[in-house]
């Protein structure tokens, strides 16, 4: 089945609302004949509104998106510091990083509460990018496949196939986050393929085989089209160097499909 590239930038706690929209309009002139990638942008929260008018155009015609980095539980309610899918989603975000693995280790986010997050996000609308990935210590233990096993199960659990297919994973191994370590294109296409297995057991062949499953870990212009040429390799999650439109748009575009011979 062929999938379409999604890459998306995760900006973590970095940017202004202004430096946001300067970001969008060095960035979109670069992706604009780009159309056979989905591109994602998350921001901070507070400069998600203007980041979807910004990005308005291209937007509407379906190309690019905003994603945030984190979502509560819940609709409504007492819940300070909080924001909710269904108002995500009034804002004209359309996708939540949930589960990053420095909310699981500085947030003590759980695979249950993950899994809560992932289902309401997509009651509301949102789609999912569900963040797993092993430590260094459980790779070298040889428990990677075990972990992902469980975060895959424990994280998707109860959604319905379509909204299981319709979501995406984010394999992110921890030892490659921000560390300038990458996986190598097997190591990454072997979890990749784990994953697209589990989620294929759990929820049918026709959402294993829709699902994105996209890499994270030190994603930079000069690996990212190794990485993308693996089969089960369907897009990037880019901390550090989506930071530069410039790198973004190179990640961007060393992600396109290869033209298929005739
Ligand atoms: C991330 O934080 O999701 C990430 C992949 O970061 P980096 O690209 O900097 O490793």
Redo the contacts with the bound molecule.
Sequence with gaps: MSRRPLIAA?W?MHKTVREAVDYAGELVPRVRDVTDVDIVLAPPFPALPALVDALADLAAAGRIAVASQNVHAEPHGAFTGEVSPPILQASGVTLA?IG???RRRLFGETDSGVNAKTRAAAAAGLTPIV?VGETLEEREADRTFDVLDRQIAQGLAGLPPARAGGAVV?Y?PVW?????RVASPDQANAAHRRIRGRLATLFGDAAGGACRIIY?????PGNAAALMAQPHVDG???????LDPVAFAEIVAASRPRAQPS
Excluded at 176 to 180: K, L, P, R, V
Excluded at 216 to 220: C, E, H, I, L, P
Excluded at 236 to 242: K, P
């Design positions: 995760n973590k990083i990053h693995s420095e963040c984010a992110e490659a986050i921000g560390t300038g994270g870990g030190s994603v930079k990037a999650l880019v901390g550090g160097a989506s």
